[in-house]
T-cell receptor, first 115, second 113 residues
Framework: DSGVTQTPKHLITATGQRVTLRCSPR?????VYWYQQSLDQGLQFLIQ???????AKGNILERFSAQQFPDLHSELNLSSLELGDSALYFC??????????????FGEGSRLTVL | LAKTTQPISMDSYEGQEVNITCSHN???????ITWYQQFPSQGPRFIIQ???TKVTNEVASLFIPADRKSSTLSLPRVSLSDTAVYYC??????????????FGTGTKLQVIP
């Protein structure tokens, strides 16, 4: 158990709909990262937050948005869903601020299926 | 983050030692080298991290030559449960957390009985 909690574990929805994925980082971790992994593909970095502030942005679509709340949990919002958005969405957290070197802790992922 | 290059796949028999090499020619002075393991439908899991020379923990060893332009993850006596994708990451994981931590394509290790 990594200590990172993601909900829901599975989600099936239709094209054009909007969904929200939630992530609770490990206790005390300030950084949250979101990744998308399509079938048999690598992990695509979407976005990173550190202590409530956006820190880095990857190839995140304009239809997707995220935020990190004061209690440090994060939500990834996916709207106007398309078939190609079907994927595993992972959240990871890290302590940050601990100096060089460090470790990412991943949740079990949220599997999104768009029909 | 420094670009990394790894073999796409490797096969090994059970009980053998497996070495997976990662090239990172543009590694910067402050960069660390980290390896992750991912099983299907699971999030990646940290295996080992190092800066130079050799690092060993209970599951693996990491060898880093003096020029740090490559690194080798060594898995002793692999078992079927080691079948997974292994990712090499290189970057400066300074205060504030990793930034734009990008995983490469990884190496798919298949352990054969």
């Amino acid at each position: 158990d990594s200590g990172v909690t993601q909900t829901p574990k599975h989600l099936i929805t239709a094209t054009g709909q909007r969904v929200t994925l939630r992530c609770s980082p490990r206790s005390g971790d300030l950084s949250v990262y979101w990744y998308q992994q399509s079938l048999d593909q690598g992990l695509q970095f979407l976005i990173q937050y550190y202590n409530g502030e956006e820190r880095a942005k990857g190839n995140i679509l304009e239809r997707f948005s995220a935020q990190q709340f004061p209690d440090l949990h994060s939500e990834l919002n996916l709207s106007s869903l398309e078939l190609g958005d079907s994927a595993l969405y992972f959240c990871a957290s890290s302590a940050g601020g601990t100096g060089a070197g460090g470790e990412l802790f991943f949740g079990e992922g949220s599997r999104l299926t768009v029909l | 983050l420094a670009k990394t290059t790894q073999p796409i796949s490797m096969d090994s028999y059970e009980g053998q030692e497996v070495n997976i090499t990662c090239s990172h020619n543009n590694i910067a002075t402050n960069d660390y080298i980290t390896w992750y393991q991912q099983f299907p439908s699971q999030g990646p899991r940290f295996i080992i991290q190092g800066y130079k020379t050799k690092v060993t923990n209970e599951v693996a060893s990491l060898f880093i030559p003096a020029d740090r332009k490559s690194s080798t993850l060594s898995l002793p006596r692999v078992s079927l449960s080691d079948t997974a994708v292994y990712y090499c990451l290189v970057g400066d994981f300074s205060p504030g957390g990793y930034q734009k931590v990008t995983f490469g394509t990884g190496t798919k290790l298949q352990v054969i009985p």
